[in-house]
């Protein structure tokens, strides 16, 4: 399974809960670096707790489910 297909499935764990509230998450692209590039969609775009959002659920699980992965960033 392709790096970028492992982050896709740990999206899949984080996404429930971010319907849950209005929003969601779109995997853009990840770099051969362990860079993941994440568009916020929804209630999450513009939230301000977004940048928590992000952090401590996103990325925190895309991590322990990936370990190739070294950050997660959202673009616009």
Avoid at 27 to 52: F, I
Avoid at 56 to 76: F, G, M, P, W
Wanted: include cysteine; glycine fraction near 8%; aromatic fraction near 2%.
């Amino acid at each position: 399974m392709s790096l970028f297909d492992q982050v896709q499935e740990a999206l899949e764990q984080v996404r429930p809960a971010l319907q849950r509230d209005g929003g969601d998450v779109e995997l853009v692209e990840v770099s051969d670096d362990g860079k993941v590039s994440v568009r916020l969609q929804g209630h999450c775009k513009g939230c301000p707790m977004a940048q928590m959002t992000l952090g401590n659920l996103i990325e925190r699980v895309i991590k322990e489910r990936v370990s190739e992965v070294e950050s997660v960033v959202a673009v616009d």
